[in-house]
């Protein structure tokens, strides 16, 4: 079942109409940037050395002096050699304690990263301020999107949170379509966790949130086509370009529609080829030529318009839904989005609660 989907609310964004504060061009200068000791460099001298670049220096040039320094926090002698746990207290503990402890405790950069994250926002937003560009995931006011891609294709990547094309339509699908952002507070479950969803998803005040992958970066580690949760407990769910991973995604598909409450809702997004037919082989193992095959070095599959019938196959009821915006030419453009791609919207019936507004 195909459809256009219109927001059932109007909205108070003025950002689709280009109104807004547009904040002075950024004017590229040199960026002097403290000399730290060649022998250790800790999140401690990376936040005191950019606390000074942010004092000193404004717009775009921060970013240049900030980089660097994050590439010194990156090298293997940031971390400290001993690995003893390091006493907190009982009484709680302020952020650079805790990232003390991290850097004692767990050799993983991300956790650092991610501490660190919310400064470095900042700095990227004031690089890259403008209006012709504007990120709904960040609400990020932006001259443009980043390239991204093995050919580099300009404007595709919010450079202030990271988000794609398909992350930026599932965010306004999400807000615009669906009930996961009104009361009652739903238990949401988010498969292979793209950062810039994760955190805007985890601070809504309506979402019990739980992510879970293969990697450690997830709050569970758990296989697709064995999930450790018991039947009828998420009232969302969603995955994106997870499934073309899975050898057996038949199984990973029921097993989406076991964990969900009736009423329950699922967005499984995959790339299509526009073939009537799905193409899988499971001879070939090689990356390169999985490459070859299927795009990708870990595909295994590439999805043709028949990936809905698989949906159906495991109990979905599937809407193939598309946004009004992806038909308002400007609105692609300034939001970045794709206005060819669907949302694969399945519904586990019978309901008990609509899953629209």
Same mark, same amino acid.
């Given at each position: =079942?195909?459809? #256009?989907?219109?927001?059932?609310?109007? *909205?108070?964004?003025?950002?689709?109409?280009?109104?807004?504060?547009?904040?002075?061009?950024?004017?590229?200068?040199?960026?002097?940037?403290?000399?730290?000791?060649?022998?250790?460099?800790?999140?401690? %001298?990376?936040? $005191?050395?950019?606390?000074?670049? =942010?004092?000193?220096?404004?717009?775009?040039?921060?970013?240049?002096?900030?980089?660097?320094?994050?590439?010194?926090?990156?090298?293997?002698?940031? +971390?400290?050699?001993?690995?003893?746990?390091?006493?907190?207290?009982?009484?709680?503990?302020?952020? =650079?304690?805790?990232?003390?402890?991290?850097?004692?405790?767990?050799?993983?950069?991300?956790?650092?990263?991610? $501490? /660190?994250?919310?400064?470095?926002?900042?700095?990227?937003? $004031?690089?890259? /301020?403008?209006?012709?560009?504007?990120?709904?995931? %960040?609400?990020? $006011?932006?001259?443009?999107?980043?390239? &991204?891609?093995?050919?580099?294709?300009?404007?595709?990547? %919010?450079?202030?949170?990271? *988000?794609?094309?398909?992350?930026?339509?599932?965010?306004?699908?999400?807000? @615009?379509?669906?009930?996961?952002?009104?009361?009652?507070?739903?238990? &949401?479950?988010? /498969?292979?966790?793209?950062? #810039?969803?994760?955190?805007?998803?985890?601070?809504?005040?309506?979402?019990?949130?739980?992510?879970?992958?293969?990697?450690?970066?997830?709050?569970?580690?758990?296989?697709?086509?064995?999930? %450790? +949760?018991?039947?009828?407990? &998420?009232?969302?769910?969603?995955?994106?370009?997870?499934?073309?991973?899975?050898?057996?995604?038949?199984?990973?598909?029921?097993?989406?529609?076991?964990?969900?409450?009736?009423?329950?809702?699922? /967005?499984? @997004?995959?790339?299509?080829?526009?073939?009537?037919?799905?193409?899988?082989?499971?001879?070939?193992?090689?990356?390169?030529?999985?490459?070859?095959?299927?795009?990708?070095?870990?595909?295994?599959?590439?999805?043709?318009?028949?990936? &809905?019938?698989?949906?159906?196959?495991?109990? +979905?009821?599937?809407?193939?839904?598309?946004?009004?915006? @992806?038909?308002?030419?400007?609105?692609? @453009?300034?939001?970045?989005?794709?206005?060819?791609?669907?949302?694969? +919207? #399945?519904?586990?019936?019978?309901?008990?609660?609509?899953?629209?507004?």
């Amino acid at each position: =079942m195909a459809g #256009c989907r219109v927001p059932l609310f109007k *909205s108070s964004h003025s950002w689709l109409r280009g109104e807004g504060p547009i904040g002075e061009q950024a004017v590229s200068r040199e960026v002097s940037v403290p000399t730290v000791k060649s022998h250790r460099y800790t999140l401690e %001298c990376f936040l $005191r050395d950019m606390q000074q670049v =942010m004092d000193t220096e404004t717009d775009r040039a921060i970013a240049d002096g900030i980089e660097p320094l994050l590439d010194r926090l990156m090298e293997p002698s940031g +971390f400290p050699e001993d690995t003893d746990s390091e006493n907190l207290g009982g009484g709680g503990f302020s952020d =650079m304690e805790y990232v003390r402890h991290i850097l004692k405790t767990e050799r993983s950069r991300a956790p650092i990263v991610a $501490r /660190i994250e919310p400064l470095l926002k900042t700095i990227r937003k $004031r690089r890259y /301020i403008g209006n012709s560009r504007f990120c709904p995931v %960040c609400e990020s $006011r932006l001259r443009e999107f980043a390239p &991204f891609g093995d050919k580099l294709n300009p404007n595709r990547r %919010c450079p202030v949170c990271g *988000s794609l094309e398909r992350h930026r339509l599932v965010w306004l699908f999400m807000h @615009q379509t669906t009930n996961l952002f009104i009361p009652p507070r739903k238990k &949401f479950l988010h /498969i292979a966790p793209e950062p #810039c969803l994760a955190s805007m998803l985890q601070e809504s005040e309506n979402i019990e949130y739980v992510s879970t992958d293969l990697t450690r970066y997830a709050m569970i580690q758990a296989d697709l086509t064995q999930l %450790c +949760f018991p039947n009828e407990l &998420f009232d969302a769910v969603y995955a994106s370009h997870v499934l073309e991973h899975v050898p057996d995604d038949r199984a990973a598909m029921r097993e989406i529609y076991r964990t969900l409450k009736p009423g329950g809702w699922a /967005i499984l @997004q995959v790339p299509t080829s526009g073939e009537k037919v799905t193409y899988e082989d499971a001879t070939i193992v090689d990356p390169d030529k999985r490459n070859q095959a299927f795009g990708e070095r870990d595909h295994v599959r590439v999805y043709g318009e028949d990936y &809905f019938d698989r949906l159906t196959d495991a109990g +979905f009821a599937v809407h193939k839904e598309k946004l009004l915006l @992806q038909t308002v030419r400007p609105a692609v @453009q300034r939001l970045g989005l794709d206005p060819g791609e669907e949302i694969s +919207f #399945c519904i586990r019936t019978p309901y008990k609660t609509s899953a629209l507004h």
